[in-house]
T-cell receptor, first 113, second 112 residues
């Protein structure tokens, strides 16, 4: 298996633009997680899905953020409109369940100017 | 505050020395996990220790768990320059639907 795949790896956009981050989890994993990492706040869980259903989105900072998982092999995290404070590395991770070890993708480094 | 908090925040040692990192947590746990993150990369799972285990080994890694003190330690023996990374502990938190909660990490630098 290729591991968790994220795209794009780097994204530079202007404030106000829509940004879509993509994730393909490891085949067979039924849990998917979106994290955001910054120097100031460390690693934050934004949302997680179990069997494609969003279970907890309490970490999503505000309504500008939305996430979907239309099927077991694909998820998106969308920011609309983007703001400079959204600049961070966004990670997707997948696992067999919330108790188990998570496998992280390489991340998407987002810069909003 | 964070469920898992690592100590120290930063550690610098010479190649060949042992590195010890500690993690404290607040609530009861099912298991505790350690991850490594190289600069610019995603986190990589290192080892999982269950609440009924006290010690676990994996290669040069040794993890201990003391549930009475709500603490864990990660020991890397005979460190190498390639061990330079940030190390995080994480625990499934019952109050958060058993989602993993990560600490702030320990930045380890191993000098050649």
């Amino acid at each position: 298996d290729a591991g968790v795949i994220q795209s794009p790896r780097h994204e530079v956009t202007e404030m106000g633009q829509e940004v879509t981050l993509r994730c393909k989890p490891i085949s067979g994993h039924n849990s998917l997680f979106w994290y955001r990492q910054t120097m100031m706040r460390g690693l934050e869980l934004l949302i997680y899905f179990n069997n494609n259903v969003p279970i907890d989105d309490s970490g999503m900072p505000e309504d500008r953020f939305s996430a979907k998982m239309p099927n077991a092999s694909f998820s998106t995290l969308k920011i609309q409109p983007s703001e400079p404070r959204d600049s961070a590395v966004y990670f997707c991770a997948s696992s067999f369940g919330t108790f188990y070890e998570q496998y992280f993708g390489p991340g998407t480094r987002l810069t909003v100017t | 505050s964070q469920q898992g908090e690592e100590d120290p925040q930063a550690l610098s040692i010479q190649e060949g020395e042992n590195a010890t990192m500690n993690c404290s947590y607040k609530t009861s746990i099912n298991n505790l996990q350690w991850y490594r993150q190289n600069s610019g990369r995603g986190l990589v799972h290192l080892i999982l220790i269950r609440s009924n285990e006290r010690e676990k080994h994996s290669g040069r890694l040794r993890v201990t768990l003391d549930t009475s003190k709500k603490s864990s330690s990660l020991l890397i023996t005979a460190s190498r320059a390639a061990d330079t990374a940030s190390y995080f502990c994480a625990t499934p938190t019952k109050d958060a639907g058993n989602m993993l909660t990560f600490g702030g990490g320990t930045r380890l630098m191993v000098k050649p």
